[in-house]
């Protein structure tokens, strides 16, 4: 099994609670707004990180940073961006059995005309009576399985 650890909306505060839910992730996912390069530095630090922008990542650190990424992890495809709402203009690639998205700061899983969409909520600065949190996919082969993770932060 391979466990991706997947966070976004970090907004420049990568709290000690998401690194310690993301310790013993194969890789990392971070699906924008992530502040700046410290925090993909420090995550790297992990695992390996795949990192979208999102639309408050700006200046020079962002400018190398796409908006969608894809990558494969096992036999499942992945697809990253960060407003779920531009999957409407550009739809995810073909083969893709999960997307992950950010921009809400609500954290979900929903199965969708096969499609697993994930967004594991904001682990930054709490916005509204949003929960902090992160999720996890376990993969083996073709499966996969997702879950949010709640943070309990002080």
Known sequence: MTRVGVISDTHGLLRPEALAALRGSARIVHAGDIGNAAVLAELGAFAPVTAVRGNNDHGPWADAIAETARLQVDDVGIFVVHDVAATRRTPPPAGCRVVVSGHSHKPGVVERDGILWVNP?????????????VAELDITGTDVHARIVELEVG
């Open 121 to 133: 909520g904001s682990a930054g600065p709490r916005r509204f009576r949003l929960p902090i949190a």
